[in-house]
């Protein structure tokens, strides 16, 4: 059974930090593309970082460049995303996504930044 478990969301001030966390397990992770979505209040989902299979080339979305860093540990099967100097137009609910033919969703993990 394909599972993927996300960890590490709160309420955090602008500025702050958190470390979101991706447990998955149900397939063979090395050979999946992983990626983290959010989902704002009224709003569509967004893309926000992805890191490949293999060699794990990043991309991020533009709004979190510089900010975010994605990153995965294929002997653990979790993948990660560092996010700093947080605002408050970061808040939503984060997702860990796991693509090749077919995509996998976790449950996701609410990610409040608020004074």
């Known amino acids: 059974q394909v599972q993927l478990v996300e960890s590490g969301g709160g309420l955090v001030q602008p500025g702050g930090s958190l470390r979101l966390s991706c447990a998955a397990s149900g397939f063979l992770f090395n050979n999946y593309v992983m990626s983290w979505y959010r989902q704002a209040p009224g709003k569509g989902r967004e893309l926000v970082a992805t890191i490949t299979s293999g060699i794990g080339s990043t991309n991020y979305a533009e709004s979190v460049k510089g900010r975010f860093t994605i990153s995965r540990d294929n002997a653990k099967n979790l993948v990660y995303l560092q996010m700093n100097s947080l605002k408050v137009e970061d808040t939503a609910v984060y997702y860990c996504?796991?693509?090749?033919?077919?995509?996998?969703w976790g449950q996701g993990t609410q990610v409040t930044v608020s004074s």
């Open positions: 996504v796991a693509a090749r033919r077919e995509a996998y």
